[in-house]
């Protein structure tokens, strides 16, 4: 299904934002937007909507959906300890390239993330980190099964998949309902994706859908099984009338594809 030779192979990209990222060949596409820029796009996207709705928790559960080169993880723990933050995470992050994931002690991540390069090295060294303040684990092998593993319940997901053209089995309806089947009642999911084909995904598995804005940056999604205040509520029953045609990705359509 998935070609382990082609994933070997990656170039680095320089972002706009100064920070690198990689360009994959197995799925033609580059980590992160080299417009929006790696760091960049983790800190507004991610971390920040985040961490600031769930600002009241002591302790949070992450999942980050996939690990690639960590820069939500990382910009995540960075943030947290740049703003002396006193919340416990732990963080679960799928991802089955373990080659990639043991090469990052050598990748050249940005200056900010000088301060945490210790826990960079434990992740590439060890897939696993634990202090008195996070914990990392990293979930080896394919997202569709490690996630139906995970006992822990969830509070916020990074949903940072490659695109949903190049990576469809993590952008379906039952992807959304196996994340959704691990999220607390009042979880949010954070994303790039802005399609109509993702949100109707993630409102069809209950989720409220919300737009995003930060700045220097292409708005983006936030999701959430409860309602939320402050935030611009998408009514996606309204987007249903006005496109009939918009449908959710279904697996049927992507597993029958692969198998052909
Ligand atoms: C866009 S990158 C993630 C970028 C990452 N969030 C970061 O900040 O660097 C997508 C990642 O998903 C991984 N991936 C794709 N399909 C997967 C699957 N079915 N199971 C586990 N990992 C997968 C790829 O190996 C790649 O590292």
């Known amino acids: 299904m998935y070609d382990e030779t082609l994933r070997t192979q990656k170039e680095v990209l320089l972002c706009q934002d100064g920070s690198n990222t990689l360009y994959s060949k197995e799925f033609d596409e580059p980590y992160h937007s080299t417009k929006d820029g790696a760091l960049h796009e983790s800190l507004e996207k991610y971390v920040k909507p985040s961490l600031s709705l769930k600002s009241s928790q002591e302790k949070l559960i992450i999942l980050d959906i996939c690990f690639g080169l960590g820069y939500n993880t990382f910009a995540t723990v960075y943030y947290i300890k740049k703003y002396n933050i006193k919340t416990k995470v732990h963080i679960l992050s799928p991802e089955f390239d373990e080659k ?6 050598t990748f050249d991540f940005p200056p ?3 301060s945490i ?6 992740i590439s060294k060890n897939l ?3 202090d008195d303040q996070f914990k990392i684990e990293i979930l080896l092998g394919d997202a569709r099964e490690s996630i139906l593993k995970i006992k822990e319940k969830i509070d916020i997901v990074y949903q940072d998949a490659f695109s949903p053209t190049h990576n469809p089995l993590l952008w379906t309806y ?3 309902r196996d994340v959704r089947g691990i999220c607390k009642d009042d979880a949010i999911l954070t994303t790039y994706s802005t399609a109509a084909a993702i949100r109707l995904g993630l409102y069809e598995n209950g989720f409220y ?3 995003h804005r930060a700045e220097m940056m292409r708005y983006s999604t936030v999701a959430s099984l409860e309602m939320l205040e402050d935030m611009e509520y998408i009514d996606i029953e309204l987007k249903k009338i006005r ?3 918009a449908r959710s990705m ?3 359509d992507y597993i029958k594809e692969m198998n052909a």
Not at 100 to 105: E, N, Q, T
Not at 117 to 122: F, G, M, Q, S
């Open 100 to 105: 990639l994931v043991r090469s990052l002690d």
């Open 112 to 114: 900010e993330f000088e």
């Open 117 to 122: 390069k210790t826990i960079i090295k434990a």
């Open 128 to 130: 696993y980190y634990e």
């Open 174 to 176: 039952e992807w959304f």
């Open 209 to 211: 859908i919300f737009v």
């Open 243 to 245: 496109n009939t045609e």
């Open 250 to 252: 279904k697996d049927r």
